[in-house]
């Protein structure tokens, strides 16, 4: 399983930014994906998830009514649009297949792909 996230780089607080990632499998549409972020000194912690189909999305506090996962699975690419960063937002962020939304909240062990690298000026 590859899992290419890319999009990352520098963005000003209030601006937007959208992360992208592809991955290789043959049975995309089939998973569920999420992205998740780690900030340096931090542990990784959930962002975004969004379901095989694309009809449940789930958001931590944080990045909610900010970020929106969306997914193509004749693309094989999920995507994280994130509106009105803010310098918290800073991170590396990685993308995941795998695990599943349960009772509001992400769960299960997903594959991770490499990170991409998001930096915020304020």
């Known amino acids: 399983v590859q899992l290419q996230a890319s999009g990352g780089g520098l963005v000003q607080a209030g601006d937007s930014l959208t992360l992208s990632c592809v991955a290789s499998l043959r049975t995309f549409g089939s998973y569920t994906m999420s992205w998740h972020r780690q900030a340096p000194g931090k542990e990784r912690e959930f962002v975004a998830a969004i379901t095989s189909s694309g009809g449940t999305t789930l958001y931590a506090d944080s990045v909610k009514g900010r970020f929106t996962i969306s997914r193509d699975n004749a693309k094989n690419t999920v995507n994280l649009q994130m509106n009105s960063v803010k310098p918290e937002d800073a991170a590396i962020y990685y993308c995941?297949?795998?695990?599943?939304?349960?009772?509001?909240?992400?769960?299960?062990?997903?594959?991770w792909g490499k990170g991409t690298q998001v930096t915020v000026s304020s």
């Open positions: 995941a297949a795998g695990g599943y939304i349960s009772a509001g909240k992400y769960r299960g062990l997903p594959y």
